[in-house]
Structure formats: structure tokens, C-alpha cells
């Protein structure tokens, strides 16, 4: 063959695969330092990090996908937390204020969480709650466990990103894809369609379902289990490691409650356990369906898909739902972390051991 014609026929190749490199890094490129969306990015409903935490407000009667479940602040604080040291509930109660972490702050719209962590919770706590007003109970319960949430939250969208950015290849997408139990083994990269599957997996989870089902599951944090283990959502374990009940169903086998280091630990876990399991993948689904259409993701709708986590069935979802709809939890989904510093809390008699 000439050399010109073999020209002709290898320019429109080198062209073609030229273009599918570029296409290839385009997709793959994180969002520029201007903060536009990367198309890897768009494509899995993700925005790129915003400079404060003030931006990560939703919108006023917003009927697309909260601004806090899309993406993350810049600004999030890098130092290690200041430990509080607590000798009362009333001290805790004047946290809050001080934070403007209460009722006059919700009430005027302020959606802002600080970054608030604890160890465990105090046998205190279980002797004494019952003597605490209802809703006393209630609101340091929710606003204890809220920080927690989302901050497990910000961990998942922070994996999100490396997913949908990362190469196929990459160490880190890897590990996230044995970490959801997409990839049993030793797997050298990731096909487009597993990569899907994994963005399906590793999401978030609407606050006010995991708050209701962490009252549910621990007793409002009185049950033996939460003192015990840090365990909030009646996971089971059976590793033989867990949790002995009382009256143990001999049909299931040698299993437990799991237990977790911490607080935190424990909603972890729970996410991960939604996030894997394969009886909540009508959860998944239906949380990937309204990402995909930029609808709000609340616990009112997911909490739908919830009747194998207890014997109840439609019970257990009718109880959940019921639960975010008296306590106004749905709010708490529109919240988002503070770029203040973390603190972590203290109770005066852990601090003197």
C-alpha cells in the first residue's frame, strides 16, 4: 500500500482515539479549582464542595435533592476536636445555646449542626431519664445524635466523590468497593457498570429516618445495649462476639447485639449494614431513583422499604413514619454540619476516672 493512502487511513484513527482520551480524562477530571462540575460528578447527582458550610443551606421550598446530600463544605475543620467537659444537663442545655443549637434557632430556619461527639452514653443517663420531662428527653436525645449523622453522612459523600471521579484502577476505589462488599477479592479495576453499582451503595442516609430508628431501636439510649455497647439500632451479630439478650430465639442461631466503640461507630455501622445488605436494596433503588430525578431523599419515602428490618413489617414502618412525623424530623434532613470547630463532649465523671 502506498504511504499516503496508509496516511489517509491512520489520521482518522489517530484522530478518533485521541478524542476518546480526551472524553476519558474529561470524565474522570475532579471539579476545577472555579468549582465547576465535573461531568463524572454530574453524572452521579454530585456537586462539587462549596466554600462554606453557610452554603450548603437547601433552599427555601426546594422540591430537588437537598444542597447538604450533594456535596460538602471546603471549609470543614481540619483540627482535632476541644474536649467539654459536662457536669449537668443544664451545662449541656447552655452548650446549645451558646452554639445556637436550639429551638429559637430551628425555629427561625437556622439548619446548622455543630460538630458535637461523645463517648458513650452514662448509666446516669439510663437511672435518671425517666425523671426528665418528655420533651427534655427527646430534644437532648435528637440534638446528641444529630452531629453524629451527619457527620457519618459527609464520610459517604466524601467516598462518593472518590467513586465517581476516581480511575478504574485506583487503590482507593478499589477499597472502597471491598468496603461495600462489591468486590470480594483481589480485583485489578472497575467495569463502568460496577462502578454504578457501587454509587448505588455508598449514599447517604435522610437524618430523620436514622434519628427515628435510633429512638426506636435504643429506648431513647436507656436500652441495656446502648449503655452496654453503643449499640442504637439492634444490630445483629454473629460472630459471637455480641450481645447476649435475655430471651435469645434459639432458631437463629449463636448470635448477639453488635457493639461499637463509640456512639459514632454505631451509626457507621448502621449505614453500611443499609448500605450492604441485601434486604435493603429496595431501599437503595428507590434512594438511586430519586437522586437520579433530583428529588428530595427523606425518610418519609425510604422508610417505605424498611419492612425487613423488623419482624413487624408495615407495623415497624407505620411506628417509624409515625415517630418523624410527631417529632417534625423531616426538618432534620434539610440540616448541615458547621465549619466550627468539633467538639467533643465530657461527662464530669468520665473526666475525673
Do not use: C
Not at 23 to 46: F, I, K, Q, T
Not at 214 to 237: C, L
Not at 296 to 305: Q, S
Not at 313 to 331: T, V
Request: aromatic residues 8%.
Amino acid at each position: 500500500m502506498p504511504s499516503d493512502s496508509r496516511l489517509k487511513i491512520a489520521l482518522p484513527l489517530l484522530l478518533l482515539l485521541t478524542s476518546l482520551l480526551m472524553l476519558w480524562a474529561l470524565w474522570y477530571r475532579p471539579s476545577d479549582e472555579s468549582g465547576a462540575l465535573s461531568p463524572a460528578l454530574a453524572a452521579a447527582g454530585m456537586e462539587p464542595p462549596v466554600a462554606n458550610a453557610g452554603e450548603l443551606a437547601t433552599p427555601a421550598d426546594s422540591q430537588q435533592t437537598q444542597t447538604s446530600f450533594k456535596t460538602v463544605s471546603k471549609a470543614r475543620p481540619t483540627k482535632a476536636p476541644k474536649d467539654v467537659v459536662l457536669n449537668s444537663l443544664d451545662e449541656l442545655i447552655a452548650l446549645f445555646d451558646s452554639l445556637g443549637y436550639n429551638q429559637a434557632g430551628w425555629q427561625a430556619g437556622n439548619r446548622e449542626v455543630p460538630r458535637l461527639t461523645f463517648e458513650a452514653v452514662s448509666e446516669r443517663w439510663q437511672k435518671t431519664s425517666s425523671q426528665i420531662p418528655v420533651q427534655l428527653k427527646k430534644m437532648v436525645f435528637f440534638r446528641l445524635m444529630a452531629p453524629l449523622i451527619l457527620v457519618a453522612n459527609e464520610q459517604i459523600l466524601l467516598e462518593r466523590q472518590t467513586i465517581a471521579q476516581a480511575a478504574p484502577d485506583a487503590p482507593e476505589l478499589l477499597a472502597l468497593a471491598r468496603k461495600y462488599r462489591l468486590l470480594t477479592d483481589e480485583s485489578g479495576s472497575l467495569t463502568g457498570e460496577q462502578r454504578q453499582q457501587l454509587l448505588a451503595r455508598v449514599d447517604i442516609m435522610p437524618p430523620s429516618l436514622v434519628l427515628a430508628q435510633a429512638a426506636e431501636e435504643s429506648g431513647w439510649a436507656t436500652s441495656r445495649f446502648t449503655v452496654e455497647g453503643n449499640a442504637f439500632f439492634g444490630q445483629w451479630d454473629f460472630s459471637g462476639k455480641g450481645m447476649t439478650p435475655k430471651a435469645q430465639r434459639k432458631e437463629l442461631g449463636n448470635y448477639g447485639l453488635a457493639r461499637f466503640d463509640t456512639p459514632l461507630a454505631s451509626v457507621e455501622g448502621y449505614l453500611l449494614n443499609l448500605n450492604t445488605n441485601a434486604a435493603y436494596q429496595s431501599l437503595r433503588e428507590l434512594r438511586a431513583q430519586l437522586r437520579a430525578e433530583n428529588k428530595p431523599i427523606t425518610g418519609l419515602e425510604l422508610a417505605g422499604t424498611l419492612e425487613r428490618y423488623s419482624e413487624r413489617g408495615q407495623a415497624y414502618i407505620d411506628g417509624i413514619r409515625h415517630m418523624i412525623r410527631y417529632n417534625g424530623l423531616d426538618q432534620v434532613d434539610e440540616a448541615y454540619l458547621s465549619d466550627g470547630a468539633p467538639l467533643h463532649l465530657i461527662s464530669a465523671d468520665d473526666a475525673r476516672d
